[in-house]
């Protein structure tokens, strides 16, 4: 069956790394932080300022003026430190951030990425998504596999605006992990109890399918 959001959260949570530096966005990306492996550090950084950001406070720990950037309340690891946007900025541009994990409307097979605008709706910006495209070393996708209406969101060419081109490595939605390759996606692990024929079928983008595609291991 496929995943549901917190699946995809566990399964990216795999991908970390001990002593990695992580910037999270907003949506599916935030949960991450609530399953990094036991045996790792990870330092998770929000744009809005804050360098050691925790997993989400339990209802007697609220603290109202600790938000992320999804003005989401978090917590603070020890020894987590705040900062101006300027300084969060200037980490992010110097390319200090090791990984970001980000929502996305749209991915293509080349890995653009359109995650910012729908045109004709209202938005209050961009936020620091174009910076992060831009400047991190690995950039990871949670999303779902198709819109609303059933349509693949892994696609040739992206329809929407683009935040960023040809910078997504990895793709993890509901139904699949997917890598970004010169010739397109490359199925890498499909959910548990999913099919390869729906994967190919919910994917317009160039899928390339080798002969044996394990199930992910969610734990």
Known sequence: MALDKFGIAKRIAKELKDGMYVNLGIGIPTLVANYIPQDIT??????????????????????????????????????????????????????????????????????????????????????????????????????????????????????????????????VTELAVLTITPNGFQLLERAPGVSVEEIIAKTAGKLIVPDFVPEMVIE
């Open 42 to 171: 990870v330092v998770f950084q929000s744009e809005n300022g804050i360098l050691g950001m925790g997993p989400y406070p339990e209802e007697a720990a609220i603290d109202a003026d600790l938000i992320n950037a999804g003005k989401e309340t978090v917590t603070v690891i020890n020894g987590g430190a705040f900062f101006d946007s300027a300084e969060s900025f200037g980490m992010i541009r110097a390319g200090k951030i090791d990984l970001t994990v980000l929502g996305a409307m749209e991915v293509s097979d080349q890995g653009d990425i359109a995650n910012w605008k729908i045109p004709g709706k209202m938005v209050k910006g961009m936020g620091g998504a174009m910076d992060l495209v831009a400047s991190a070393k690995n950039i990871i996708v949670a999303m779902m596999h198709t819109n609303p209406k059933g349509e693949s969101k892994l696609l040739p060419k992206c329809s929407l605006p683009l935040t960023g081109v040809g910078c997504v490595k990895k793709v």
